[in-house]
């Protein structure tokens, strides 16, 4: 069955922890929206609104999601894992260009990215492939590593393509983040970290300007203080005279 009945045992169990975190950087995220979109005539913030809108149908789902089986979300993975990519694939070929990228997908006015889907989409999958009883004991290596890899390749490629590194560089992050926490050998991180290492030389020219530009900016800002690097500046300058309770 897709829906299962939540008794009390189930919620006492629950990780309230991670869910007041999450409510309480939400909130944080509102008040930064506000401030950095109010509007001293209407004494609101449109962006701030829009936000809360959005969280709102998030915290629905989230309650939704609750209700439905563990299952459910395991047998249907590889499907969603699948949908997300062939999206992906249509976003390339369809997709709607904004800003010089080419991300969304347009449906009467409503626009959606499927990147941010895969995102979800890697944790339902990776979470199938490493909560099996075949796991090893001793930790996962490189051959046994190469299959999850590759599927995390596939759609990190396509976000990239788009181009949209910083999302990219999120996917590799999240499955690289369940990978460890699946348990990886020690003489295994070490050759992955060093082949990284080396593979980002080459990798670095694979770079678009702009895409290297903001990696020196956020490495050093003040390389062009009037320039790229302005915002950044100014946003240190703005929080360290605005201390706790801003200006």
Not at 97 to 106: E, I, K, N, S, T
Request: glycine share 10%.
């Amino acid at each position: 069955m897709v829906f299962r009945r939540v008794d009390r045992r189930q919620i006492s169990s629950f990780d309230w922890p991670l869910v007041v975190a999450t409510l309480l950087l939400l909130c944080i995220g509102l008040c930064v929206i506000y401030s950095a979109g109010y509007d001293p005539q209407t004494d609101t913030s449109h962006a701030m609104v829009k936000q809360a809108i959005s969280i709102g149908i998030g915290l629905v789902c989230f309650v939704a999601c609750v209700f439905i089986n563990p299952v459910f979300w395991r047998r249907s993975a590889w499907v969603f894992y699948f949908i997300c990519c062939a999206l992906l694939l249509y976003v390339l070929m369809k997709g709607v260009v904004a800003g010089g990228a080419r991300r969304w997908l347009d449906f009467g006015g409503f626009r959606m990215q499927p990147a941010e889907f895969m995102k979800l989409g890697i944790i339902l999958l990776f979470a199938r492939l490493f909560s099996g009883e075949r796991a090893p004991k001793d930790g996962y290596t490189i051959p046994t590593l190469i299959f999850p890899t590759v599927l995390l390749l596939i759609p990190t490629i396509l976000i990239a393509k788009e181009p949209d590194l910083g999302t990219a560089l999120c996917q590799c992050l999240i499955g690289g983040s369940i990978m460890l926490a699946a348990g990886i050998q020690k003489k295994t991180l070490l050759r992955i970290f060093l082949a990284g290492t080396i593979a980002a030389f080459p990798a670095w020219g694979l770079l678009q300007d702009y895409q290297r530009k903001r990696v020196l900016n956020f490495l050093s800002p003040e390389m062009d203080p009037l320039g790229s690097g302005y915002h950044a500046i100014q946003s240190k300058i703005a929080v360290g005279s605005g201390a706790v309770t801003g200006k």
